[in-house]
């Protein structure tokens, strides 16, 4: 029958990473280092105290570098919870402020883009009615510049009409001109007729009264001097008859050509005064068009501007669209860093697991040599691995 007593110490592991595991003290000999019932071999106490000795020993040294692992593996389970820790205090952060993840990126900046949105579609509206606006402009500017291409035509027709008229008054007034220097011309035809004839009747006086003869001519014989004053009376008779119908034609001509000019200067009156009517019309017109013209350049101006503003705002959504795509890329980038830490960790707790499923091996096969029993070995080992995996378990948890 094999005795042995056996002082079992417990296995411990402190709050501040420090684990102590002391082995079992057995008081056996192996070989011919062993106790039958009462009587044995007591010739040898030295050799089983050294060789118990020896072996307590090695035990010991065994399982302080096992406590020492053991130490190691437990910090590193304390680093990991305390990474754990901040990092799940910076996953709720993100969760709070993005409500709830990534996903909630496009809730918190909802409202924003609703506001860009109503304001692209209000400036947009604003676009579209100062269009409309300008179109109206457009279509007016077009009717007036058609009314004033009518009173153009107008005015260039009565201009014509003006230039005819002066083209009649002309010729009215150099037949005028021609009549007067006929007249003058007849005049001094007249004139010259006249007193050519008083020359000559003169001289014909004068040979007869030179050419007094005292024969007597025939009772048949005409008298010269009562023919020389027939044909006088009769040469005045015919100057007189032609002057006065020159006259009456001259008077005729000139009262004729005096009622034209007098018609032609109520025309041209008259046409003046449309020439100013059309004139002061044409700068009416004008000066609408001008109006119109400023109208629209302020228009088109406050277009421009509303543009530009729009391009403005919209490059100013864009940008801080751009932000905030950064900002979500970001934000996936380190939610995959944090789900990368996570897998790490699960890495870590499997592996830990492994280890700690070899190392309850290695105690149970440690156990097993020492002879340790199966009861308090088996305590011992859920004890201490239920505090490891409650360790782990609970970091995971975290994760």
Same mark, same amino acid.
């Given at each position: 029958m094999r005795g042995s007593?056996?002082?079992?110490?417990?296995?411990?592991?402190?709050?501040?990473?420090?684990?102590?595991?002391?082995?079992?003290?057995?008081?056996?000999?192996? #070989?011919?280092?062993?106790?039958?019932?009462?009587?044995?071999?007591?010739?040898?106490?030295? +050799?089983?105290?050294?060789?118990?000795?020896?072996?307590? /020993?090695?035990?010991?040294?065994?399982?302080?570098? =096992?406590?020492?692992?053991?130490?190691?593996?437990?910090?590193? *389970?304390?680093?990991?919870?305390?990474?754990?820790?901040?990092?799940? /205090?910076?996953?709720?952060?993100?969760?709070?402020?993005? !409500?709830? #993840?990534?996903?909630?990126?496009?809730?918190?900046?909802?409202? !924003?883009?609703?506001?860009?949105?109503?304001?692209?579609?209000?400036?947009?509206?604003?676009?579209?009615?100062?269009?409309?606006?300008?179109?109206?402009?457009?279509?007016?500017?077009?009717?007036?510049?058609?009314?004033?291409?009518?009173?153009? /035509?107008?005015?260039? +027709?009565?201009?014509?009409?003006?230039?005819?008229?002066?083209?009649? *008054? @002309?010729?009215?007034?150099?037949?005028? /001109?021609?009549?007067?220097?006929?007249?003058?011309?007849?005049?001094? +035809?007249?004139?010259?007729?006249?007193? =050519?004839?008083?020359?000559?009747?003169?001289?014909?006086?004068?040979?007869? +009264?030179?050419?007094?003869?005292?024969?007597?001519? @025939?009772?048949?014989?005409? @008298?010269?001097?009562?023919?020389?004053?027939n044909m006088r009376a009769e040469i005045e008779s015919v100057a007189a008859r032609n002057v006065q119908e020159a006259e009456k034609w001259y008077k005729g001509k000139f009262d004729t050509l005096k009622d034209q000019a007098s018609k032609h200067e109520d025309k041209m009156k008259s046409m003046k005064e449309e020439i100013s009517v059309f004139h002061n019309q044409v700068t009416d017109l004008q000066n609408q068009i001008d109006g119109l013209r400023a109208r629209n350049a302020a228009l088109e101006q406050q277009l421009e501007d509303m543009e530009e503003a729009h391009l403005d705002k919209t490059a100013g959504l864009e940008d801080i669209i751009v932000q905030l795509e950064s900002q979500l890329c970001q934000t996936k980038l380190e939610m995959g860093k944090y789900m990368a830490d996570y897998q790490q960790l699960l890495h870590i707790k499997l592996k830990l697991d492994a280890e700690i499923a070899t190392y309850r091996k290695l105690l149970e096969g440690e156990e097993k040599r020492l002879g340790i029993s199966a009861a308090a070995g088996k305590a011992v080992t859920e004890e201490r691995t239920t505090s490891v995996s409650r360790t782990v378990e609970t970091h995971t948890t975290l994760a």
């Open positions: 007593s056996y002082s079992q110490k417990s296995l411990s592991v402190s709050g501040s990473s420090r684990m102590r595991v002391q082995s079992p003290s057995p008081s056996r000999c192996r #070989g011919s280092s062993y106790s039958r019932g009462r009587t044995g071999f007591q010739g040898q106490p030295v +050799e089983v105290a050294t060789e118990i000795h020896q072996h307590h /020993a090695n035990e010991k040294q065994e399982m302080q570098e =096992l406590n020492v692992r053991f130490a190691g593996y437990i910090e590193k *389970v304390q680093a990991l919870e305390q990474r754990n820790s901040a990092l799940r /205090a910076e996953l709720e952060a993100l969760q709070g402020r993005f !409500k709830g #993840g990534p996903t909630g990126l496009g809730d918190e900046y909802e409202l !924003k883009f609703k506001e860009m949105r109503d304001l692209i579609e209000a400036l947009t509206a604003e676009k579209g009615a100062a269009d409309i606006e300008r179109g109206y402009i457009e279509e007016e500017v077009e009717v007036w510049r058609l009314k004033l291409e009518e009173e153009l /035509a107008i005015k260039e +027709e009565a201009e014509m009409i003006l230039r005819e008229f002066r083209q009649d *008054v @002309d010729n009215a007034t150099l037949q005028k /001109a021609d009549l007067e220097k006929r007249i003058e011309q007849l005049v001094a +035809e007249i004139e010259f007729l006249k007193k =050519l004839h008083d020359e000559e009747v003169a001289d014909l006086l004068k040979q007869i +009264e030179e050419s007094k003869v005292t024969v007597e001519l @025939d009772s048949d014989r005409p @008298d010269l001097a009562a023919y020389l004053r």
